[in-house]
C-alpha cells in the first residue's frame, strides 16, 4: 500500500506498446509505486476490455514504471474519501478488475520488479504467469497499518499453500523473490537485467502456439480448479473434446506426425 503523488490523466495511467501479438500494458503511476487508485484501476480494465475483443493480440504483459511493480490500493485516495459507499466501490472494482484478468481470453504475464504488495501483490497472485527480477519483493502488509489483507487473501490462497499465505498474511513481513519462486506466488524469477527480455522471450514463445488452443485452455483452467476432481475430469473431457474438433489440433497432430512446423489458423473473432 502505499500514498499518491498528483494523478496523471488518465490516458496517461495505462501505456500500451505492441510487439508481434503481444500487448504490454504499463502502469504508469511511478511516483506512487503504481498505486492502485480508482482511475488507474477503470483505465487498466478499459485496455483489458479492449484487448479481450482484439484477435491480433495473444498474449498481455503487465509491468510497472518507476521503482516498483505496484505497491497496492491508494491510501491517500482512501484517506479522502472516507465511507461505507467509497469502499464498497473501491473493493468492487478491484474484484471486477483482478476477475477480468482471469477471464480475458488472453494469457496474462506479470512482469515484476521492485515491490508488489498488497493489491499488487494480489494483481501477481492473480495473472496466469509472473516473473521476476531477483531482487523483487512480495508481501500483504495490511496487518501492519491495521486492515487484514482480506480481498488479496482471495487471489493469494488460490496461488500458493495455504500455510504459507496465512503466514504472508498474519506477519505482513516482505518476501524475496526466491522465496515467492518456492512458494509458487511467481512462475520465474531472472537477472533484474534480464527481466525484460526475459518476459518478452516467454511472451513470444506462447503467442507462437495455436491461439484457439491457449483460450480454450485458459478458460478451461479457470472452470476446473474450483471443480471436485470428478466433476473438473467431466469438464476437462469435454474441453478436449471440444478442442480435438478445431482445425488446429489436427494440423498440430499431421504436422507433429510429418515432422514440420504447424500452420495454425488466423485467431477468431
Request: hydrophobic content about 45%; overall charge negative; glycine content about 8%.
Amino acid at each position: 500500500m502505499d500514498g499518491a503523488n498528483k494523478e496523471p490523466a488518465q490516458g496517461e495511467l495505462v501505456v500500451e506498446e505492441r510487439t508481434g501479438a503481444v500487448a504490454r500494458l504499463t502502469l504508469s503511476r511511478p511516483g506512487a509505486r503504481n498505486a492502485l487508485s480508482m482511475p488507474l484501476m477503470e483505465a487498466l480494465q478499459a485496455r483489458l476490455d479492449a484487448i479481450d475483443a482484439d484477435p491480433s493480440v495473444q498474449v498481455v504483459v503487465i509491468a510497472g514504471s518507476g521503482p516498483g511493480f505496484c505497491a497496492g490500493h491508494d491510501l491517500r485516495e482512501v484517506r479522502a474519501n472516507p465511507g461505507r459507499a467509497f469502499y464498497e466501490r473501491l473493493f468492487a472494482t478491484c474484484s471486477t478488475l483482478m476477475q477480468r484478468i482471469m477471464t480475458i481470453r488472453q494469457p496474462v504475464i506479470a512482469e515484476v520488479h521492485g515491490i508488489a504488495t498488497a493489491a499488487g501483490c494480489q494483481l501477481v497472485a492473480t495473472c496466469d504467469l509472473a516473473i521476476a527480477g531477483e531482487s523483487a519483493r512480495f508481501a500483504t502488509p495490511g496487518v501492519n497499518i491495521g486492515l487484514f489483507c482480506s480481498t488479496p487473501m482471495v487471489a493469494l490462497s488460490r496461488a500458493v499453500p495455504r500455510k504459507r499465505a496465512m503466514h504472508m498474511l498474519l506477519t505482513g513481513e516482505m518476501l524475496p523473490a526466491a522465496e515467492a519462486l518456492s512458494y509458487g506466488l511467481v512462475s520465474e524469477v531472472v537477472p533484474d537485467a534480464e527481466l525484460r527480455a526475459a518476459t518478452d522471450a516467454r511472451a513470444a514463445q506462447i503467442a507462437s502456439k495455436s491461439p484457439a488452443a491457449i483460450r480454450i485452455g485458459k478458460r478451461a483452467f479457470y472452470e476446473q480448479i474450483e471443480k471436485p476432481v470428478a466433476g473438473a475430469y467431466e469438464h476437462a473431457g469435454r474441453v478436449m473434446t471440444e478442442n480435438m474438433l478445431k482445425r488446429d489440433a489436427e494440423e498440430g497432430i499431421d504436422a507433429f506426425l510429418e515432422k514440420r512446423p504447424p500452420v495454425w489458423s488466423p485467431p477468431e473473432e
